[in-house]
């Protein structure tokens, strides 16, 4: 077993802990137990739990790796290794009753990731991926599918914020909408990643992410095959807020569309 695997093992146990949690809060949750961190972002005390129960139990495996996280409930620190955790992606979803999140954690060495595991919460599908050795949805080896844009079903997420995101967003999904088969909006940008990755969802745009988001998946479109890149850069998709994911061709195809319609925002 690679040292990347062992990885993948001890953590799975630790953060299946954390998903069975949430799942077993699901509508549980009153109206005044939810907090508004900004204009539609929610968070409950089910989200800073179960990244209290993944904080505690990653340290454990290195201590001596700092974190990103959502809640905060430790202060980012990156370090040489460094987690990034998002303990409840879709907590929208979560709230309203929609059984559609998940828990994502990534290990980051400097600009690389070394590991991801997306942890579907209801349905109790778990995807991986470690740095050169695939992608897996259990034991099933991951590819990603390659078809045309006009074949192709396409995920994406809607920003929030000001009508500086929102006018030219619509732009593109109107431009997706002509050119692709079809459009999703599921509200887990990690798991639309991982059904990427798993050729559920051919390609996939947003804008307006964070680094907890996208960092697990991103390695699993990588690692099934796929790419991923930012708007406008390359390598911008982790710091810079924006990612297009698929086949090498999808990838290509919707950049061309973001571009014609989004200005560097």
Same mark, same amino acid.
């Given at each position: 077993?690679? #040292?990347?695997?062992?990885?993948?093992?001890?953590?799975?146990?630790?953060?299946? =802990?954390?998903?069975?949690?949430?799942?077993?809060?699901?509508?549980? $949750?009153? +109206?005044?137990?939810?907090?508004?961190?900004?204009? %539609?972002?929610?968070?409950?005390?089910?989200?800073?739990?179960?990244?209290?129960?993944?904080? =505690?139990?990653?340290?454990?495996?290195?201590?001596?790796?700092?974190? $990103?996280?959502?809640?905060?409930?430790?202060?980012?620190?990156?370090?040489?290794? +460094?987690?990034?955790?998002?303990?409840?992606?879709?907590?929208? %979803?979560?709230?309203?009753?929609?059984?559609?999140?998940?828990?994502?954690?990534?290990?980051?060495?400097?600009? =690389?990731?070394?590991?991801? $595991?997306?942890?579907?919460?209801?349905?109790?599908?778990?995807?991986?991926?470690?740095?050169?050795?695939?992608?897996?949805?259990?034991?099933?080896?991951?590819?990603?599918?390659?078809?045309?844009?006009?074949?192709?079903?396409?995920? +994406?997420?809607?920003? @929030?914020?000001? =009508?500086?995101?929102? +006018?030219?967003?619509?732009?593109?999904?109107?431009?997706?909408?002509?050119?692709?088969?079809?459009?999703?909006?599921?509200?887990?940008?990690?798991?639309?990643? #991982? @059904?990427?990755?798993?050729?559920?969802?051919?390609?996939?745009?947003?804008?307006?992410?964070?680094?907890?988001?996208? #960092?697990?998946?991103?390695?699993?479109?990588?690692?099934?095959?796929?790419?991923?890149?930012?708007?406008?850069?390359?390598?911008?998709?982790?710091?810079?807020?924006?990612?297009?994911?698929?086949?090498?061709?999808?990838?290509?195809?919707?950049?061309?569309?973001?571009?014609?319609?989004?200005?560097?925002?």
């Amino acid at each position: 077993m690679s #040292a990347g695997a062992e990885l993948i093992a001890q953590c799975t146990p630790i953060i299946a =802990e954390a998903a069975a949690f949430i799942k077993s809060q699901l509508g549980a $949750i009153s +109206t005044d137990q939810i907090e508004v961190k900004e204009a %539609n972002s929610l968070v409950s005390y089910v989200d800073k739990k179960a990244e209290i129960m993944l904080v =505690e139990g990653l340290s454990k495996i290195l201590p001596e790796a700092g974190f $990103i996280t959502e809640e905060d409930v430790t202060d980012d620190n990156p370090s040489e290794l +460094t987690w990034v955790i998002d303990p409840l992606d879709g907590t929208t %979803n979560f709230l309203h009753g929609i059984p559609f999140f998940c828990v994502s954690v990534a290990l980051r060495r400097g600009r =690389e990731t070394l590991l991801g $595991i997306v942890h579907e919460a209801v349905r109790g599908e778990v995807f991986t991926a470690v740095q050169g050795e695939g992608s897996y949805l259990g034991d099933q080896k991951l590819r990603i599918k390659t078809v045309d844009l006009a074949d192709a079903l396409i995920a +994406t997420g809607f920003p @929030y914020g000001s =009508e500086s995101y929102s +006018t030219p967003y619509v732009a593109v999904l109107q431009e997706v909408m002509k050119h692709a088969r079809g459009v999703r909006r599921l509200g887990s940008a990690a798991l639309d990643l #991982a @059904y990427v990755a798993a050729g559920r969802f051919d390609g996939y745009y947003e804008y307006h992410l964070n680094a907890y988001d996208i #960092a697990a998946g991103a390695l699993l479109v990588t690692e099934a095959g796929g790419e991923v890149r930012g708007f406008y850069d390359l390598d911008d998709w982790f710091d810079g807020r924006s990612l297009i994911a698929g086949d090498a061709a999808t990838v290509t195809a919707l950049h061309g569309i973001i571009g014609q319609c989004v200005p560097v925002l």
